[in-house]
């Protein structure tokens, strides 16, 4: 089903002949995070403009999702999965250089010594995780056995941990700080003892309709990468410099989860697109 989806895209774009424009229609909100800056700035290096959608209001992951598979968005950016893959094209360059899929949790302020007595795996299947409903996060907790309680709409997740309905809320390691900080009416905390880690990129995907922005984009990142404008503007970003001060990494029990959905097209094998914070040790601008 996904084949024929992706074969129709083809088919469609083919077909109507569309040309990339000047101004190309990014999902999201005009907020000056990681993903944003970088995309903003490769658009731009392309020759292009770009805009946000005008309507202010939260979209949820859905909708995101088929704004972008059926050509409203031109660009939207995610953790990646099988589906996505197969109903986008990806830019397999993944934007926080692997540190999404390191996760550690969000919890109640007097539930902080949660999982002082957890040692393995499987102690920590004994606690429910929160996520949204279509996260690719959400089916790799659900692959390795822990218990998920998902929810549509990301901003209920914080009341809704808050509240009890479900016991930590698992974010990339540069996330949690900055969302407690939003969310200060809630009695919220990171938890300190537990990582999650495992491999799943967060990429950009360019819709099908327009198959000609895909390899022009991916030329402007890596060229990025090359000059060193990608790595000065990763290690600027607030919330990268948070994590590597506050997360603690090396202290914290890790536990690998495996991937059942990662392509084999991830481009493992290239170093220069990936950072490990468990082995950072230099705080010159330099990962090691």
């Known amino acids: 089903m ?9 088919m469609s774009a083919l077909l109507s002949s569309i040309v990339v424009a000047d101004e190309l229609r990014l999902s999201g909100s005009d907020e000056k995070r990681f993903p944003n800056l970088i995309i903003e700035q490769a658009i731009k290096r392309a020759g292009h403009s770009y805009r946000y959608p005008d309507d202010k209001k939260f979209v949820n992951m859905s909708r995101r999702l088929t704004n972008a598979q059926t050509g409203v968005y031109h660009i939207m950016w995610t953790l990646t999965s099988k589906e996505y893959e197969e109903s986008m ?4 360059i993944p934007i926080y250089r692997g540190m999404l899929a390191m996760r550690v949790g969000i919890v109640r302020k007097d539930r902080v010594n949660l999982f002082a007595n957890v040692k393995t795996l499987d102690d920590l299947k004994q606690f429910k995780a929160g996520q949204g409903s279509n ?7 659900q692959a390795n056995g822990i218990k998920v309680v998902k929810e549509e709409k990301y901003p209920n997740l914080f009341p809704m941990l808050e509240g009890g309905r479900y016991d930590y809320f698992p974010r990339g390691i540069h996330e949690p700080w900055a969302e407690v900080v939003r969310h200060d009416e809630l009695e919220l905390t990171v938890e300190p003892r537990v990582m999650l880690r495992y491999v799943a990129p967060f990429y950009y995907f360019v819709s099908f309709n327009y198959p000609e922005l895909a390899p022009q984009l991916e ?9 060193g404008t990608y790595e000065r503007m990763f290690f600027a970003d607030p919330e990268v410099k948070n994590a590597l001060e ?3 990494v090396q202290n914290r029990i890790v536990f690998d989860l495996k991937n059942p959905e990662l392509s084999p097209l991830t481009p493992l094998d290239k170093k220069e697109l990936w950072f490990d914070p468990v082995t950072y040790k230099g705080n010159n601008g330099e990962d090691e």
């Open 2 to 10: 996904h084949l024929m989806f992706r074969l129709l895209m083809v």
């Open 89 to 92: 094209i990806p830019i397999r």
């Open 135 to 141: 996260w690719s996060d959400t089916f790799i907790l």
């Open 219 to 227: 030329k402007v990142l890596y060229s990025m990468i090359k000059d």
């Open 246 to 248: 506050r997360a603690n």
